[in-house]
């Protein structure tokens, strides 16, 4: 898709999963099923499969620069999704890029999918996770954390926070945006819960965002489309073996003005 006969593109931070389930491969998936071209600096090379993480590397912060230099200084960013930035230095370097393209466009959205740890509780970052995502937290647009990250995080430097509720009980998975003082205009989305575990959801949660954004959809709209889009990708979902199985990005979809099966209410 292009905007002015140049392709909408969405610069990404995240880590290398070579199961190929979540991290940059989810990105890269989810953002072109909205026909936005994705821009992939990795931060991390992990060592994992489907269910477990077992190591983390995260790429030297010089290289990271220069990658982004090269990007920046030669094509337009309309938004920009940041995954795990697998070290407190990354971080760092990944705020000070933002705040760089914010001088040229103060409305740049960003979109942070704060992960911690992996669903298993293993470590995706060398230190303190939480403490790294500090300076990003305080430029993000949005930030998309589930249940234990946002208890984890303070999430008030952010304008608008969607808490979601995969890792919680019941039928439904609801979800929960909060902007405007993190407090007002509140709105829920229940999803009916599907059977299983997933690995990359939230990954592909924050990416499709990422994509709407850039194409220029307002927060709700942008919230809602990708939201849709995920659903579809976990009912579609496919296994690679024992454990979480992988959301299918990869397909034929289009947003739908329908709103079921996710029941939204301000």
């Not at 194409?215 to 579609?236: E, M, P, S």
Request: with cysteine.
């Amino acid at each position: 898709m292009t905007s002015g006969g140049t392709c909408v593109s969405v610069l990404v931070f995240s880590g290398l999963d070579p199961s190929g389930g979540a991290g940059m491969a989810a990105d890269l998936a989810a953002i072109a099923a909205h026909g936005v071209h994705a821009l992939p600096i990795i931060t991390a090379l992990t060592v994992q499969d489907q269910n477990r993480v077992y190591g983390v590397e995260p790429v030297d912060s010089a290289m990271l620069v220069r990658q982004a230099d090269a990007l920046t200084g030669a094509l337009r960013i309309d938004a920009v999704k940041i995954g795990i930035p697998g070290s407190g230095a990354n971080a760092e370097v990944i705020a000070r890029i933002i705040a760089r393209l914010r001088e040229k466009n103060p409305r740049l959205p960003v979109v942070l999918d704060p992960v911690l740890a992996s669903g298993h509780g293993d470590a995706l970052a060398v230190g303190d996770a939480r403490a790294a995502l500090a300076p990003l937290l305080a430029l993000a647009t949005l930030v998309v954390p589930n249940l234990a990250e946002a208890a984890a995080l303070d999430c008030s430097p952010c304008p608008h926070v969607l808490v979601t509720g995969g890792h919680g009980d019941g039928p439904f998975v609801i979800n929960r945006y909060l902007g405007a003082g993190h407090g007002h205009h509140d709105r829920l989305w229940r999803w009916p819960r599907l059977p299983g575990q997933f690995h990359g959801s939230g990954c592909t949660l924050a990416a499709a965002i990422a994509a709407r954004l850039a194409l220029g959809d307002d927060i709700g709209a942008a919230l809602g489309a990708a939201q849709a889009f995920v659903h579809a990708t976990l009912a579609g979902a496919y296994s690679i073996g024992p454990g979480q199985r992988i959301p299918r990005r990869i397909q034929s979809w289009t947003p739908s003005l329908d709103p079921e099966p996710g029941i939204d209410r301000w």
